[in-house]
């Protein structure tokens, strides 16, 4: 039988638990206005272009997300500029999500064969009535299922925000742990929260990828 603490514990676990999706959901709008024109310099083909979003995808994919969180927070210290917790964790969690999100859109790209970019060529289409009309619409097909299944590292991501001081899940249990002294309960609420945000989208991401990849497994 839950107690009144029980109780107040799962409230305030609930309550936090609504900024980390809203985090969740910052990083990745924004991660996906960041991505367009990384793929969009790819697709251009010149050289200088590619070589400034593989820089940029090497840094953010090559160095781990605590600490891009900490330059993002502490960093602009240095300079004079001071970001509360939440604006450090959206800025250092989009560009984040923007260096994989680039890969996986790019390589949905990638994947289409690239006869239909010189057939559309020979039809008189311009670039970006080749992209949008041609391209875009069949690499959407590709790209959804790894993007949804990306959407899952990014809600688990966003833990190690607490870290910076921002208040979402894992911050929220850390401190209820620290007033109830009781982890095994506190930390398993932790756990069962993030899988329930994480597991439909696990199960939504494999549907996607079955109905629209035509598997039938």
């Not at 781990?64 to 001071?82: D, S, T, V």
């Not at 057939?119 to 790209?143: D, E, H």
Request: net charge positive.
């Amino acid at each position: 039988m839950m107690t009144f603490t029980d109780w107040d514990i799962l409230r305030n676990l609930l309550l936090a638990a609504r900024w980390t999706l809203l985090l969740s959901l910052v990083a990745f709008f924004g991660g996906t206005v960041v991505t367009i024109p990384l793929v969009l310099m790819r697709l251009t083909r010149r050289r200088w272009m590619a070589n400034v979003v593989r820089v940029y995808v090497e840094i953010f994919q090559g160095t781990p997300l605590l600490m891009q969180l900490f330059l993002a927070f502490f960093g602009l210290g240095l300079f004079g500029i001071n970001v509360s917790p939440w604006t450090a964790a959206a800025f250092a969690l989009t560009f984040y999500s923007s260096a994989y999100l680039a890969d996986i859109w790019s390589g949905s790209i990638e994947a289409l064969p690239k006869g239909q970019w010189e057939a559309c060529r020979c039809l008189g289409l311009s670039f970006g009535q080749t992209l949008w009309r041609v391209i875009a619409p069949q690499a959407l097909r590709i790209a959804v299922a790894p993007t949804v299944g990306f959407l899952v590292q990014v809600i688990k991501g966003t833990a190690l925000a607490s870290i910076i001081g921002f208040v979402e899940l894992t911050k929220a249990g850390t401190m209820l742990n620290n007033v109830t002294y009781e982890p095994f309960k506190v930390f398993g609420l932790v756990a069962c929260g993030y899988f329930l945000m994480c597991y439909p989208l696990s199960l939504y991401s494999h549907y996607l990828e079955r109905t629209l990849l035509g598997d039938k497994k």
